[in-house]
């Protein structure tokens, strides 16, 4: 399994980011995937998941409303729109793939790397 995350950057606050996973090495249609991140100092943090299609989603009451999940299965890719950013959004975002779509990120089994996003002036 390799999931490699790709997007982030340095954003000014209210500014918009996506980020991407590309996945190999296994089914991607038949796993949910979902993204997570993580702040200096702190746990990590469930944001968004999404089911095996675009069908079913769910968010962190944090970013509902500014964050969409998304999948394409023919690229085996999962996507994260991040839109109206807050300092607060400052963490690495780590995407990740397990049977089933869960908030807790102790039962996500794969995960990549992690991708950098800072919202700063």
């Known amino acids: 399994v390799q999931l490699v995350e790709s997007g982030g950057g340095l954003v000014q606050p209210g500014g918009s980011l996506r980020l991407s996973c590309a996945a190999s090495?296994?089914?991607?249609?038949?796993?949910?995937m979902g993204w997570f991140r993580q702040a200096p100092g702190k746990e990590r943090d469930f944001v968004a998941v999404?089911?095996?299609?675009?069908?079913?989603?769910d968010y962190a009451d944090s970013v509902k409303g500014r964050f969409t999940i998304s999948r394409d299965n023919a690229k085996s890719t999962v996507y994260l729109q991040m839109n109206s950013l807050k300092p607060e959004d400052t963490a690495v975002y780590y995407c990740?793939?397990?049977?089933?779509?869960?908030?807790?990120?102790?039962?996500?089994?794969?995960w990549g790397q992690g991708t950098q996003v800072t919202v700063s002036s």
């Open positions: 090495g296994f089914t991607f249609s038949v796993y949910a």
């Open positions: 999404v089911g095996r299609s675009n069908s079913y989603t």
């Open positions: 990740a793939a397990a049977a089933a779509a869960l908030r807790d990120p102790n039962r996500w089994r794969d």
